[in-house]
């Protein structure tokens, strides 16, 4: 989900459970999709990318899911762990002139792993 | 595995005080960058940088934000003249010319008073 302001959604797991976390994205010309992971006072750490001509991306414990036609991402951890929690951000592509690009992050989902 | 440093990790300054924000990027990255983030919002990108030039930044960033690569290694955001609404981390980035993945530091957390 998304949201503004300091009111992250927050996704709570009980360890070992499957956790799917959901971005939207605004930009149907982007290309290139990534997920972050940011635990407290940290910088966001890469967790796993995906381009716009796959639709599913397999990492360690993660996939990726994109669906281009209503332009939404997802996050899937297999077997969460209490290490998983944190707040997860997706963030897209955007090019601009000289083919040079940023990206443009989505507003986060905190996510609680319980014992 | 190599990784993005900042210094300093936090940093307290009067408001309308200069502030030096330095980043050491993973040495085989060409493009560089600077994200914000104010505490519980998202990162938003303030500026990109390649080939020791500016190559897009944002509305946050305006002529009281300035970026040089002074010696080949450091990365560096400079604040003129602070404002309390400048308070945030501030996140250095960078990436290689064979991918899009941007690696991140950890962060410089600024305080403004």
């Known amino acids: 989900g998304e949201s503004v302001g300091l009111h992250l959604p927050t996704l709570s797991v009980q360890e070992g459970d499957n956790s799917i976390i959901n971005c939207a994205y605004s930009?149907?010309?982007?290309?290139?999709f990534i997920w972050y992971k940011q635990e407290s006072g940290k910088g966001p750490q890469f967790i796993i990318d995906i381009r716009s001509n796959m639709d599913k991306r397999q990492g360690q414990r993660v996939t990726v899911l994109l669906n281009k036609t209503v332009k939404h991402l997802s996050l899937q951890i297999a077997a969460t762990q209490p290490g998983d929690s944190a707040v997860y951000f997706c963030?897209?592509?955007?090019?601009?002139?000289?083919?040079?690009?940023?990206?443009?992050f989505g507003a986060g989902t905190r996510l609680a792993v319980h014992p | 595995e190599p990784e993005v440093t900042q210094t300093p990790s936090h940093q307290v300054t009067q408001m309308g005080q200069e502030v030096i924000l330095r980043c050491v990027p993973i040495s085989n990255h060409l493009y560089f960058y600077w994200y914000r983030q104010i505490l519980g919002q998202k990162v938003e990108f303030l500026v990109s940088f390649y080939n020791n030039e500016i190559s897009e930044k944002s509305e946050i960033f305006d002529d009281q934000f300035s970026v040089e690569r002074p010696d080949g290694s450091n990365f560096t955001l400079k604040i003129r003249s602070t404002k309390l609404e400048d308070s945030a981390m501030y996140f250095c980035?960078?990436?290689?010319?064979?991918?899009?993945?941007?690696?991140f530091g950890p962060g410089t957390r600024l305080t403004v008073l």
């Open positions: 980035a960078g990436r290689s010319a064979s991918t899009d993945t941007q690696y």
């Open positions: 930009n149907s010309a982007s290309d290139y």
């Open positions: 963030a897209e592509k955007v090019v601009f002139s000289g083919g040079y690009n940023k990206l443009i």
